[in-house]
C-alpha cells in the first residue's frame, strides 16, 4: 500500500475524519482560500460534470429546457413572499457597492463610499423570486404553459459550519423552476422529477432512496408541500439527496404572475421548483467508499477500467501495448472509460494504490508472462478480489463485470439499509434506539410542536413521511396521541 492509504483514517475510528481525509486524498477537493468554500479538482469535477451529463438528459427527456437567470437578485425581490424571506434571510450575502478604490494610504484597495448601490442586491441562494419576476413577462395565456426551465449554477448560503460537498457556502447545482395552468399538473411535475431524482440515484450512483413527502417543519421556505428522497449513509446518519417543491400559487401572486385560462378569466399560475446539488458527492462518497478510499459505481466513475503494465524493459513495454491497443478499442467501442497507465515515473504499486484509493471500478494488470499464458490479472475495487482471465474476449468479459459491480455495490447499500431500519413504539425505546443511528419507523401525532420536541431531546427529525411506508393507524410515541401513519426519524447530515 502507498502510503497516503495507510494514512488514511478508519470509518471505525472517526467516520467524519475519514471523510475529510478521504475527499482530499482521493483528489475530490480542497479548502480554498475562502472560508467555507471549496475548490473541486479535475478528478471530483469529472465525477459531477457525469452526474450532470445523465440528469440534463433525463430532465430533457422530459422535455425540460435550460436557461440561465441572474446571479444577483434585487433585495426587494425577497421581500415579497414572507416565508420564503424568512428561511434564506439568515443566510444571504449582501452587494452593497459597485467600485472599489485606493486607499488614501496607500495600503490596498478599499470600498468607494460614493459607490453605494441605490438598492441592495444579494448573491442568489436560490432563484424563485428572479424568476418568477422573469416568467411575468413570458405569460400572458394559457397558451404560454407550461414553461418547463432548469438552471445549472453555483449559488451562495452563507454557512457557519461547513464540510466539503456535504455543506459548503458556495456550492453547485441545478434548479428546475416550472409553471403550469393547474395545480394538479403542477404537483404532478413536482413528483415526476422526484421520480427522476430517484431513477438517477439508484441506477447511476448506486444509492437506494426513500421517496416521501417532509413535514410542515422540513418544508422548503414558500412551498405548499416538499418531495425528498432521502439516503442513508454508512454511520446511520439520513442525507437528503434531492427535493421536489409544489409551490401552490405563492410565489404567482408575489410577482403578479396571470394568465388568461380556457375560459377567459384571469388566473394565478400554479408553480414547482426541484433540485439536486454537489451534496451528491457526498452522498456517493459517504455510501460506497471503505477504508482503502473511494468506491465508484462504474456507471458514474469517469475511468471505469484502468489497465497497468508490467514490464521490465522498452522492449516488454512495447509488447505489451501492441497486445493492449486493440483491448483498449474494443472497451471504448463497448462505450467504456479506459485509461492506459504506462507512465515511466511511478511504480506499479504505486499506481495500484493510487487508483484503489481514487476508487476505478476495474484494473487490468499485465506483463510479459501474461501475454505468453494469454492471461490478464483482474481486480474489481468494490471487493478487492482478484482473478486471472483469458485475454480472449476479455473486453466483453469486463463489460459485463462493471454491470456486476454495479448491482453489487447497490444491493450492498441497499442490505445496511434495511438492516439499520426498524420500528419503534415506545418514547423509551425510540431514545435508546436512536443512539444506534439508522432510520426508526415512529409513529408521530403530525403537529409541529411534537416534531421540534422530539429533535430537541434527540436531534432526530422527521426526513420524511414515505410515499410506500405503514399506514396502520397507531398512538404517538412522544405523546400518546392519534397518529395516522408512521415516518421516518434519523439524525441527519
Known amino acids: 500500500m502507498a502510503k497516503e ?11 467524519s475524519k475519514w471523510y475529510n481525509e478521504l475527499v482530499v486524498k482521493a483528489d475530490l477537493a480542497e479548502q480554498s482560500a475562502v472560508r467555507g468554500c471549496m475548490v473541486i479538482k479535475p478528478y471530483g469535477y469529472a465525477i459531477w460534470e457525469k452526474m450532470q451529463r445523465y440528469l440534463d438528459d433525463m430532465f430533457k427527456a422530459t422535455d425540460v429546457r435550460n436557461a440561465y437567470f441572474p446571479l444577483l ?4 425581490f425577497l421581500s415579497r413572499e414572507a416565508e420564503h424571506v424568512e428561511g434564506f434571510a439568515k443566510e444571504c450575502a449582501v452587494v452593497t457597492h459597485h467600485r472599489l478604490m485606493n486607499a488614501p494610504d496607500g495600503s490596498g484597495v478599499v470600498v468607494d463610499p460614493e459607490a453605494r448601490l441605490e438598492e ?3 448573491i442568489r441562494p436560490t432563484s424563485e423570486t428572479i424568476i418568477w419576476n422573469t416568467y411575468r413577462n413570458w405569460i400572458n395565456s394559457y397558451r404560454d404553459l407550461p414553461i418547463l426551465c432548469n438552471q445549472w449554477c453555483n449559488v451562495l448560503r452563507w454557512e457557519m459550519r461547513t464540510r466539503m460537498f456535504l455543506r459548503t ?3 453547485l447545482w441545478q434548479e428546475g423552476h416550472t409553471a403550469h395552468a393547474t395545480s394538479e399538473e403542477a404537483e404532478a411535475r413536482a413528483i415526476q422529477m422526484l421520480d427522476v431524482y430517484a431513477d438517477f440515484a439508484e441506477k447511476y450512483l448506486a444509492v437506494p432512496v426513500v421517496k416521501g413527502v417532509k413535514s410542515a417543519n422540513e418544508r422548503f421556505a414558500g412551498a ?8 442513508m ?3 446511520g446518519k439520513a442525507l437528503q439527496s434531492g427535493t421536489s417543491h409544489f409551490l401552490g400559487q405563492n410565489f404567482a401572486k408575489a410577482f403578479d404572475v396571470t394568465f388568461v385560462n380556457k375560459e377567459n378569466k384571469p388566473e394565478y399560475v400554479w408553480a414547482t421548483s ?7 458527492m457526498g452522498a456517493l462518497i459517504m455510501t460506497h467508499s471503505d477504508d482503502n478510499g473511494l468506491v465508484l459505481p462504474p456507471h458514474i466513475a469517469p475511468i471505469q477500467v484502468v489497465i497497468i503494465p508490467i514490464y521490465k524493459n522498452a522492449d516488454q513495454l512495447a509488447a505489451i501495448s501492441a497486445h493492449v491497443d486493440p483491448i483498449i478499442n474494443r472497451l471504448r467501442e463497448l462505450g467504456i472509460s479506459v485509461k492506459y497507465d504506462d507512465a515511466e515515473n511511478r511504480r506499479p504499486g504505486f499506481k495500484f494504490a493510487d487508483y484503489e484509493l481514487k476508487g476505478i471500478p476495474v484494473r487490468l494488470a499485465i506483463g510479459a508472462r501474461d501475454i505468453e499464458e494469454g492471461t490478464v490479472e483482474i481486480m474489481r475495487r468494490d471487493t478487492l478480489e482478484k482473478h486471472s482471465a483469458p485475454l480472449e474476449g476479455i473486453a466483453e468479459y469486463v ?6 459491480i454495479q448491482q453489487g455495490i447497490y444491493d450492498k447499500a441497499l442490505r445496511l439499509r434495511e438492516s439499520m431500519t426498524r420500528p419503534v413504539d415506545t418514547w423509551e425505546e425510540f431514545k435508546i434506539e436512536i443512539e444506534k443511528g439508522g432510520f426508526l419507523l415512529a409513529h408521530w401525532d403530525g403537529t409541529t410542536e411534537t416534531e421540534e420536541k422530539i429533535k430537541e431531546e434527540t436531534k432526530a427529525t422527521i426526513r420524511c413521511i414515505p410515499f410506500d411506508g405503514d399506514t396502520t393507524p397507531g398512538t404517538c410515541i412522544y405523546t400518546g396521541k392519534p397518529s395516522a401513519r408512521r415516518v421516518i426519524f434519523a439524525r441527519n447530515y
Open 5 to 15: 492509504l495507510k494514512n488514511l483514517t478508519k470509518r471505525s475510528e472517526d467516520y
Open 73 to 76: 437578485i434585487p433585495k426587494s
Open 120 to 122: 441592495e442586491l444579494i
Open 169 to 171: 457556502a458556495e456550492f
Open 224 to 231: 405548499i408541500n416538499t418531495y425528498t428522497i432521502e439516503a
Open 233 to 235: 449513509m454508512q454511520d
Open 274 to 280: 426541484w433540485g439536486v446539488s454537489t451534496r451528491l
Open 399 to 404: 463489460a459485463t463485470l462493471l454491470e456486476e
